[in-house]
């Protein structure tokens, strides 16, 4: 099992969070938590339009649970209309997203 491990730079108005190791049920917590922090500074923004992008190019694993706070963190972007994007999707990962109709959705 490799850990979560969880990196964010701030640039020219786009937070970007680096998620390397694996996502499942025993580490969702930590990124939903993570998220919504970023996502609560990318609402207490100035007036320019703040991203998120959560760059998964090191992800090795994700379940279930880690599909549902990629899509829990989707929609609180979108309800404050934050820019979200995901970006390195590993192939694997891209497929699970296709087969599970959330690819369009995601990236």
Known sequence: ???????????????????????????????RAHLLGLLQEAGRGPHQQVALVIEMSRL?????????ILVSARNHAQAQQTPLRLTGVPPAVRRLLRITGLEARLT
Do not use: K, Y
Request: proline share 2%; hydrophobic share 40%.
């Open 1 to 31: 099992m490799e850990p979560l491990q969880l990196t964010t730079t701030r640039r020219n108005g786009t937070l970007t969070v680096s998620v390397s190791g694996e996502l499942d049920i025993a580490t969702t917590e930590r990124l």
């Open 60 to 68: 090795t694993f994700i379940d279930a649970a880690g599909l549902g």
